[in-house]
């Protein structure tokens, strides 16, 4: 049986108010899903915030508009729809749309985008299809020349033959890719039943890559029916392709929030990549109280792997996750550890970079990494969390402190959902509410560190470690770990818990 992967929804550039009536668009040249779902999240313009909730208002008239999260986004002050991958509509009221668009020569805005705005820099646009004699291979791409090595195994997961559709976040060298999937049944003796491509993009930042999605599924669907046509893949490039300068070979990021001189409510715009509405209510609620066990392992910087089946959108969002669980905002703290890097999913043609990778998190649909130990320190199969490390042993056990957190985490949530509700207060989501408790946890713990570490006598007491929200006992091994990733030099004095 087919399944249906998880949908991500659409981040359209148009903003209007709250009930007002979504302006009537013309229609797009080339190929667009009627029946796409197409969603919008909310502003983000500066201090504003983050809104990641759904916009019902502001959808197409076509879409599906269903769900909690649907009906509280309807309240929202803004939410933006427009053309499905135009990125920028910088007018108020006015959609903003390319030449190859509307036929003829594109128009300036009559304002320029803000100055807060990520550029788009897409540095590669592909198709990659399965052939029955070849296998996965890229039937096309542009630039002609683009080392695209191993992105035909990356953009179409292992075992994506059982699903309908599916996408997929991934890294390439220095550069990260998203990859939307489609899977049709077609009568062909030649094709074994079945026709499967993937249509993707490269960028040296994954936080924008979320913008064409929607421009992606519609384009995956138009290759399986209409294949060989690539003008409007042609065009896409053409018109976001990135100039990068010379000799820049790294990858940027999502960087560790320590750099930041201040973090607003709802965090700064490059904290946030796409996800369906309630992607933190879903991480929270799938792994429960083992999210503090990867906590630990998150700031302790491990190598962190989770195996699932296909589909395999939702679970790079389960990486995405863990990344969220590491931030820290005090000036001066991480500088010197290995930053926590999403690989989001790999597969066996990454086993040589990942040999040499000190920190990662991410995902695989092949069970045979779980036999390559060396490549990762944490283990998560399904709700699952292990590792093979002896060290490490000690962090896999709840103690009494980390299932506080989780409560004190769950009841935020709740209140946060019933303001949600019954006072109509949008100004805040789950997201931002999930990323902060973490960030406060953590700027906590190495708020106590340094103050300890400034003193005299260096020493770290049961009291401290009660103040950090740790447990004197149980997450003793973690802080001794955590001094010496981070070197902090303090004197830990807890009474030995095999002592009378």
């Not at 076509?62 to 499905?84: I, K, L, N």
């Not at 065009?235 to 990068?244: I, R, S």
């Not at 973090?263 to 904290?271: A, F, K």
């Not at 045979?368 to 199969?381: N, P």
Request: glycine share 8%; proline share 7%.
């Amino acid at each position: 049986m087919v399944e249906q992967s998880d949908r991500a929804p659409l981040l359209d550039w148009e903003e209007i108010p709250a009930g007002a009536p979504a302006p009537t668009l013309p229609p797009e040249r080339g190929y667009v899903s009627r029946g796409a779902n197409c969603r919008a999240l909310g502003t983000t313009a500066p201090g504003t915030g983050w809104s990641t909730s759904p916009g019902g208002p502001g959808a197409f008239p076509s879409a599906a508009v269903s769900g909690e999260a649907d009906s509280a986004a309807a309240s929202a002050e803004t939410v933006r729809v427009g053309p499905c991958w135009d990125a920028h509509s910088p007018v108020k009221g006015e959609s903003r749309l390319t030449g190859w668009e509307t036929g003829g020569p594109e128009k300036e805005p009559a304002t320029s985008v803000p100055e807060w705005e990520e550029k788009d820099q897409i540095v590669a646009v592909f198709v990659v299809t399965f052939d029955t004699r070849s296998g996965n291979i890229v039937e096309w791409c542009l630039p002609q020349d683009a080392d695209l090595v191993g992105v035909e195994f990356k953009s179409m997961a292992s075992g994506s033959h059982r699903i309908s559709s599916d996408f997929i976040y991934f890294r390439k060298s220095s550069y990260f890719g998203l990859a939307c999937f489609a899977n049709m049944p077609v009568e062909s003796a030649l094709e074994r039943g079945a026709r499967m491509k993937s249509v993707g993009i490269l960028s040296p930042s994954y936080t924008l890559l979320y913008r064409y999605m929607h421009f992606l599924e519609n384009q995956v669907r138009h290759q399986l029916e209409s294949p060989g046509h690539y003008t409007q893949l042609e065009a896409f490039y053409e018109d976001k392709k990135g100039v990068l300068p010379i000799g820049n070979g790294a990858a940027t990021s999502l960087q560790p929030v320590h750099w930041l001189p201040s973090i607003n409510r709802c965090m700064h715009p490059e904290m946030k990549i796409t996800h369906p509405a309630g992607c933190m209510s879903q991480f929270i609620k799938f792994f429960g109280e083992q999210m503090i066990v990867l906590w630990k392992f998150a700031l302790l910087r491990k190598r962190i792997l989770i195996f699932s089946p296909p589909p395999v959108g939702v679970v790079c969002y389960r990486v995405y996750g863990c990344c969220c669980l590491a931030n820290v905002s005090l000036p001066g703290i991480g500088v010197s550890v290995p930053e926590f890097r999403p690989f989001f999913y790999i597969n066996v043609a990454d086993i040589e970079v990942l040999e040499n990778e000190v920190s990662y998190v991410a995902c695989t649909t092949e069970k045979i990494f779980e036999e390559k130990k060396g490549l990762y320190d944490v283990y998560v199969d399904n709700q699952n969390v292990r590792t093979h490390h002896e060290n490490l042993q000690p962090l896999l056990r709840i103690n009494g402190a980390d299932r506080d957190k989780y409560r004190k985490l769950s009841e935020q949530r709740q209140m946060l959902l019933y303001s949600q509700e019954v006072d109509r207060d949008c100004s805040s989501n789950e997201e931002d509410l999930f990323i902060l408790f973490f960030m406060e946890q953590n700027n906590r713990i190495f708020q106590i560190l340094s103050e300890v570490s400034a003193s005299q006598d260096k020493t770290l007491t049961e009291e401290h470690m009660r103040g950090m929200g740790l447990d004197p006992q149980g997450d003793r091994s973690f802080l001794i770990d955590l001094l010496e990733v981070y070197g902090i030099d303090v004197m830990l004095v807890i009474d030995n818990p095999c002592c009378p």
